[in-house]
């Protein structure tokens, strides 16, 4: 059991660190004002992408942008009881691939809390696009998070199939 956990926090750290490096790289290339938290173009990467740094100051997808004391609040606390909750569901369910998912979860949720901490506004910067569609700027905690939810869903969804085999 202790093995497990240790591996579980391990891939929650590995996840954690992966977008918090990805967010800093951009910060360090790009010489980033982080005390100004302005929007700004960086680069194209291909015909698809760019990267375009948007500084989240609201909920998922920039809701209620305007009240950012009383959102950072709700939020960080919102978060932080997710995260317990969901690490704790995790550790009920004691399956080795459910914790990749909830790993991927948990890891993008903590770093999406800590750029609220740190700076009040989460750093986005993916920004996909198609001709004139532009999806949601996002980042690796927020690919963490889907992917996350994606690989529990597919689980759940083949778990109970299997269970109604069974009865």
Known sequence: MIYRLSKFFLLI?????LDQISKNIIIQLYNIDVENLSSQYL????EYINLYLIWNKGFAFGLFQNDIRIVNNIYMILMAAIIVVVFIYALTINSK??????????????GN???RYQYAAVLDFIDV????????????????????????IILELFSNRKKKNEI
Do not use: P, R
Request: with cysteine; proline share 0%; charged share 5%.
């Open 43 to 46: 680069t194209s990467i291909n």
């Open 97 to 110: 691939v459910y914790y990749y998912g909830f790993s991927l979860i948990i890891g993008g949720a903590l």
């Open 129 to 152: 696009h198609y001709n004139n569609f532009h999806w949601y700027v996002f980042n690796i905690a927020d690919i963490n998070i889907t992917l996350g939810c994606i690989l529990i």
């Open 13 to 17: 750290l590995f996840f954690f660190a």
């Open 113 to 115: 809390l800590f750029d």
